[in-house]
């Protein structure tokens, strides 16, 4: 089966950095996304990664090894405002999109 | 404001009742999704539409219907709610479905309590 693996909780200070990870066993591979979603609210988007590599916006990067099955979101000087839930979702041969459940940051003073 | 708009943003209902979510977006996309979360915060796709030709149908029940009347719209009508039904469904559009950065870009959702 298809399968996408992120932790369910992580916690990080204001000002520090954070690696959320995200592991996927999916029916071939189009390109993996990462949505942020704020309590309550509707997902937008983050970044797209299809090529092994970084890929750097801002103080958001995202990372993609496709041979190990296993990207990672990272975020630098966090803000308050970065408290929310981090969906990874892979796009698989069909061109479907299969979503993680979730990573929920949450972000301390 | 460009956008994908839903209504209602809340619905409380009874079991058995008849239901309709409307979806709207006016970013000129091809494609529009409804997509139901749960409490564990899965997305799980229902349906999509592309030039109002239905591309992919989960194995949903039969109770969900998507109408489109337009590429524009996409609703979502739920027949004889069930107490599992409970759920938030967002609704979604992407520029074209069958390609790789297919980026969506969702509703603000809507909060369906069946009591």
């Known amino acids: 089966g298809q399968n996408i693996d992120q932790p369910t909780e992580m916690t990080a200070t204001e000002g520090a950095i954070v690696q959320i990870n995200c592991t996927y066993q999916?029916?071939?591979?189009?390109?993996l996304f990462w949505y942020q979603q704020h309590a309550g609210e509707a997902p937008t988007f983050l970044s797209y990664?299809?090529l092994d590599g970084l890929e750097e916006k801002g103080r958001f990067s995202s990372f993609l090894s496709r041979s190990k099955g296993y990207s990672y979101l990272l975020l630098k000087e966090l803000q308050m405002k970065d408290s929310a839930s981090y969906l990874c979702?892979?796009?698989?041969?069909?061109?479907?999109?299969?979503w993680g459940a979730g990573t929920k940051l949450i972000i301390k003073p | 404001d460009t956008a994908v708009s839903q209504t209602p943003k809340y619905l409380v209902t009874q079991m058995g009742n008849d239901k309709s979510i409307k979806c709207e977006q006016n970013?000129?996309?091809?494609?529009m999704y409804w997509y139901k979360q749960d409490s564990k915060k899965f997305l799980k796709i229902m349906f999509s539409?592309?030039?109002?030709?239905?591309?992919i149908n989960e194995t949903v029940p039969n109770r969900f219907s998507p109408k489109s009347p337009d590429k524009a719209h996409l609703n979502l009508h739920i027949n004889s709610l069930e107490l599992g039904d409970s759920a938030v469904y967002f609704c979604?559009?992407?520029?074209?479905?069958?390609?790789?950065?297919?980026?969506?870009?969702f509703g603000a959702g809507s909060r369906l309590t069946v009591l």
């Open positions: 979604a559009s992407s520029q074209e479905g069958g390609t790789g950065a297919n980026v969506l870009t």
């Open positions: 979702a892979v796009m698989d041969s069909n061109y479907q999109l299969i």
């Open positions: 539409y592309n030039n109002k030709e239905l591309i």
């Open positions: 999916t029916s071939g591979f189009n390109g």
């Open positions: 990664n299809v």
């Open positions: 970013l000129g996309h091809d494609t």
